[in-house]
């Protein structure tokens, strides 16, 4: 009966639980590494494959590890800075992004603003009135799980119809996109928002009543400013989604009024082949603003990405 | 002092209307607050919705020459939604669906559970580590699918990598049918399995500390643990993750599409991809509309099952936050009472 | 049941000396408790017997056998924390078996239903074994953190202030309950608190800790009557103790001290006149000392009194009066009878009988005797 043994009259040590190998310590940091390298290696290969010259990028039968003759000419390339006249593929026309990088930043911040403003007034009528009943913000979270293709589609047609499709106000402002992009990211605002919100203490809007504001004057200067730090990581945030975006840039616009990533697409395959260097000086260009951000709010991401339910 | 107090009276003196908490002034700034929302969210669900309803009835395109206001000439009921559930493509495309989220979830899970628990004792650099697993999140998805493109490639790394190591000859990991769908999915896991690693990490790192040693002083096993205390506690944490990325592969498109375009032949169409084929490279504005429809029904009776953990879990954290604010109250007391009696004591 | 013996045991957290060279004997069955104030070293210590904490250096046997490379789940302790560490998400059946199920191999259904059930008999939660422990009263916890350490029938017992969290009511019943357990088990128990009253009126013996360093290990009485040590006097017993600077003279074969401020006769130490001479520093200065409850209150005139001081607060309670008393520049207290309560301002006659006075080394706080 290995429950009810009698009481011993001398110490005996019962056998040790094991712990698996790979926690133990020498296993562990080995699966770290191993991993780690694993999670890291398409990073390297992006970031040395931006600093490769042509021969070295996917030449048959051989594989650079490493850039035997690193060069800048992608990054030139790709911001305008040299046409590049040398290529093989050379078709005489321009490698520069700095036009799609220009409506990518245009279209983000503006989505990001939309998205902000209209989120922030919802997501504290939430949060301090419980506005729009108990079911609102589900809804709204509901809405992140259409898959954006599904809603786009008819939205297609009618941006078709009335002119805004592929339409760039003074060659830069798409206001199609950022009208996109700020609805489909304004549900991240809501979640994230409320969640910041719902720290205040509700004392702080009322003492400001108390103290003569009105219901507005207390939301702008008695608690937005307590959550400054949480609308900051919110905006950086949904900076960064409206930045990653592809499919809905890629239905919507054409040519020169698409974003960097489409271009990234349409560079890819076609008549001149892939141009591997200066597809990942792109790709390193556009990864930068996201990761240098991500950072920044890294407190706050997990709580992003999971809608706040998860705080920390 | 007494300046003061009358001071103070005077500023409360005039016969201003008092604030009316919870009453009718409040309810119409909470409308107001939200107003704006709503209109955006029936901008982008309750529009949409309408006019693929309209269209999807139609058989309308733009190439049937005549534009949107006019689609009723091309008028034909529920032929388009007919033709859906009797295609093979798109059941193909919604059982890749379901098999990439299934996969991609179920692999990202148990590899973020697992890194979480390798990274969960603290030791030097473990810091940097996380930062370092943080990266794939911030990557632009479309540009992982063409970093991964370049990976796979027939005399890329991957290959020559497997040369090196094993001997093994080049697999054609976009272009064959049997194996693209794998590659792709392997995008996605890459990209996420970092974030279920930051949701567990954060989780076990919450995980009580006296409860943990308690069971291991009763000679709970590594296994014991995990299976009593941790994931019974980690569940609602557990479940949201799984259910937010379930939500997000079930709408994967940029990384595929930069891989394969759902080749080779439609392989790797999952059901956002076959829309897209279908509005773009069809233009049958009319059936994608349908399809787009039957999605819509489809995702949001999921969703509304699928939210109530969500919810639960918003409301189970309200209430542990009190309870942990209370335990700290108590600690916080109790050490200023030891204080003060130490203090007596000296 | 198991002797732990603690050699030389030592840990450091990094600058921080948390437990410095601590060595003592806890015998077969005996009810320890380890007393300190807060970050005294006495909670790194129980961590350690548990397994929680390596040492730094030293060692800890049971029953003579090196443990302290053991797993804490191999070292057969029970431990209830401070908090009660319940797993909040089972119910209390549930709470009480984990140590059963977790056994290696796991024991049969009817076993384990047998043990949980005797157990929350002993610890009186017969009734309560279906409920969330969620739910339960911050009472209910404490029986089931005890009972689920006890169904592993560990062979020593590790409290950490167990009672901190109770109601003064109930933390009066479950003292007098845990020695009852102690006794019925006949397990070695070590008892962490902070509460002097706590480690009196429970354990067989008590080690005072303060800073990482053990002052005293002894029973109750002798840590009552003979302090090793200034910090163990002052630590121990419900009134302060009274404390005044001496000076030493020799009055042919007796040796005396007398309080160095105020007017007062001489108390005749010659019983500890090797330990006072022969202290480290003969010059450094000394501090006598009595305990409020073996100061005897005399009247003022009466010539037996060792000093006279006057009324300065009464405490009344109940079954004795504490009186404070003011000597020139000094704080005195003593404990009087109720029926013969003096009035503020009164002179009193106090008598230090020799027997009661400790004598301490300014310089080192030591106790000569």
């Known amino acids: 009966m290995a429950a009810v043994e009698e009481t011993r009259t001398t110490f005996v040590a019962p056998p040790a639980s094991r712990t698996p190998r790979w926690l133990k310590p020498t296993g562990r940091i080995l699966t770290i590494v191993l991993i780690g390298a694993l999670f890291a290696f398409p990073l390297y290969w992006v970031v040395t494959m931006s600093f490769k010259p042509l021969p070295e990028w996917n030449p048959p039968g051989k594989v650079y590890w490493w850039p035997d003759n690193p060069t800048l000419e992608n990054y030139e390339k790709i911001l305008g800075i040299s046409s590049g006249e040398q290529s093989v593929f050379a078709t005489g026309r321009s490698r520069s992004a700095v036009e799609f990088l220009v409506n990518s930043v245009v279209a983000a911040i503006g989505g990001t603003i939309l998205a902000l403003i209209v989120g922030i007034f919802t997501a504290y009528g939430i949060a301090r009135f419980r506005a729009g009943g108990r079911m609102l913000p589900f809804q709204i979270l509901q809405l992140r799980m259409f898959p954006p293709i599904a809603i786009i589609i008819p939205l297609l047609f009618f941006y078709v119809e009335i002119g805004l499709w592929n339409k760039e106000y003074f060659g830069w402002f798409n206001l199609g996109l950022i009208v996109l992009y700020g609805a489909v990211t304004f549900p991240f605002v809501v979640w994230l928002m409320r969640s910041f919100f719902q720290e205040v203490p509700r004392e702080i809007s009322e003492a400001a009543i108390v103290d003569g504001c009105t219901q507005w004057g207390a939301f702008f200067k008695a608690v937005l400013p307590q959550v400054k730090g949480g609308l900051a990581a919110t905006a950086l945030f949904v900076f960064i989604l409206n930045w990653s975006d592809f499919l809905i840039a890629k239905v919507m616009t054409q040519d020169n009024n698409s974003t960097a990533p489409v271009y990234l697409q349409s560079l890819q395959g076609g008549a001149s082949g892939n141009e591997y260097g200066l597809q990942a000086a792109l790709a390193c260009i556009l990864i930068i603003p996201p990761a240098v951000f991500g950072l920044l709010i890294q407190r706050y991401l997990v709580r992003g990405l999971t809608f706040g339910a998860i705080k920390r | ?346 | 049941m198991a002797q732990i013996r603690l050699e030389s045991l030592t840990k450091h957290f990094g600058e921080v000396r948390a437990v410095q060279d601590l060595s003592l004997i806890a015998e077969h069955g005996s009810f320890i408790a380890l007393l300190g104030p807060s970050g005294c070293g006495k909670t790194t210590t129980m961590n350690m017997i548990a397994g929680l904490e390596k040492p730094t250096s030293g060692e800890i046997y049971f029953d003579d056998e090196a443990i302290s490379r053991l797993e804490p789940g191999q070292r057969n302790v029970g431990f209830v924390f401070q908090n009660y560490a319940i797993f909040t998400h089972m119910s209390v059946y549930d709470n009480l078996a984990f140590g059963l199920r977790v056994r290696k191999p796991r024991p049969a259904r009817e076993e384990v239903d047998r043990e949980v059930r005797k157990v929350a008999e002993t610890v009186g939660l017969a009734q309560a074994l279906d409920r969330r422990a969620a739910r339960l009263s911050v009472n209910d916890l404490q029986k089931v953190a005890l009972g689920r350490s006890m169904i592993v029938r560990p062979a020593i017992f590790l409290l950490d202030e167990p009672f901190s969290n109770l109601d003064a009511a109930f933390r009066a019943y479950m003292r007098a309950e845990l020695k009852r357990i102690q006794h019925e088990i006949g397990q070695t128990m070590v008892y962490v608190t902070h509460d002097q009253v706590e480690a009196m009126g429970m354990a067989d013996r008590i080690a005072v800790m303060s800073l990482g360093v053990l002052q005293q290990y002894g029973t109750p009485d002798e840590l009552y009557n003979r302090p090793a040590n200034r910090f163990v006097a002052n630590f121990i017993g419900s009134v302060l103790m009274n404390f005044l600077p001496c000076a030493y003279t020799k009055d042919g074969d007796r040796a005396l001290v007398t309080p160095t401020e105020g007017e007062s006769g001489a108390i005749d130490v010659s019983d500890r006149r090797a330990a006072i001479e022969g202290r480290e520093d003969a010059a450094s200065s000394l501090t006598l000392s009595i305990r409020p409850e073996r100061v005897r209150i005399v009247p003022p005139d009466s010539g037996e009194a060792t000093l006279r001081a006057k009324v300065a607060l009464v405490e009344p309670l109940g079954s004795r009066d504490i009186i404070h008393l003011r000597f020139g520049e000094h704080d005195l207290r003593a404990v009087g009878a109720p029926g013969r309560r003096p009035h503020i301002g009164d002179n009193l006659g106090l008598v230090f009988d020799p027997a009661a006075v400790h004598v301490f080394d300014d310089a080192t706080g030591l106790a000569l005797r």
């Open chain 2, 1 to 346: 002092m007494e300046a003061h107090t009358e001071e103070l009276k005077a500023r409360q003196a005039p016969a201003r209307r008092l604030p009316d908490f919870g009453g009718r002034q409040e309810k119409s700034v909470a409308r107001t607050l939200v107003a704006p929302g709503q209109l955006l969210m029936a901008f982008i669900v309750l529009f949409p919705a309408a006019i693929a309803i309209y269209i999807g009835f139609t058989s309308w395109g733009p190439t049937t020459g005549v534009d949107f206001w006019h689609a009723y000439e091309f008028w034909h009921w529920f032929d388009g939604y007919w033709e859906a559930l009797t295609t093979v493509a798109f059941w193909e495309a919604m059982w890749r669906t379901v098999l990439i989220t299934v996969v991609c979830v179920a692999v990202e899970f148990l590899l973020g559970f697992g890194l979480a628990l390798l990274l969960l004792k603290n030791f030097k650099g473990r810091g940097l580590v996380v930062v370092f697993f943080l990266l794939p999140m911030m990557v632009v998805p479309a540009v992982s699918g063409f970093i991964f493109f370049m990976i796979y490639q027939l005399d890329g790394p991957l290959n020559e990598a497997l040369d090196l190591l094993f001997g093994v000859g080049p697999v054609n990991w976009l272009q064959n049918a049997d194996i693209a769908i794998w590659s792709v999915m392997v995008v996605d896991i890459w990209q996420w399995a970092p974030l279920m690693f930051l949701i567990f990490l954060s989780g076990l790192a919450a995980l009580p500390e006296d409860q943990m040693n308690q069971a291991r002083i009763l000679g709970a096993s590594f296994y014991h643990q995990l299976r009593y205390l941790v994931i019974p506690m980690m569940k609602p944490i557990l479940l949201i993750a799984l259910i937010i990325r379930a939500i997000e592969a079930f709408k994967i498109f940029d990384a595929i599409y930069l891989l394969t375009q759902g080749g080779p032949g439609n392989a790797t169409e999952n059901i956002s991809l076959y829309l897209f084929d279908e509005t773009s490279a069809n233009t049958r504005w009319g059936y994608a509309s349908s399809v787009a429809i039957i999605v819509l029904i489809l995702v949001s009776v999921i969703g509304y099952w699928a939210i109530r953990p969500i919810e639960q879990a918003q409301e189970e954290t309200l209430e542990e936050l009190t309870g942990a604010e209370l335990a700290a109250d108590v600690a916080a007391e109790q050490r200023v009472e030891e204080a003060i009696e130490a203090e007596a004591r000296v």
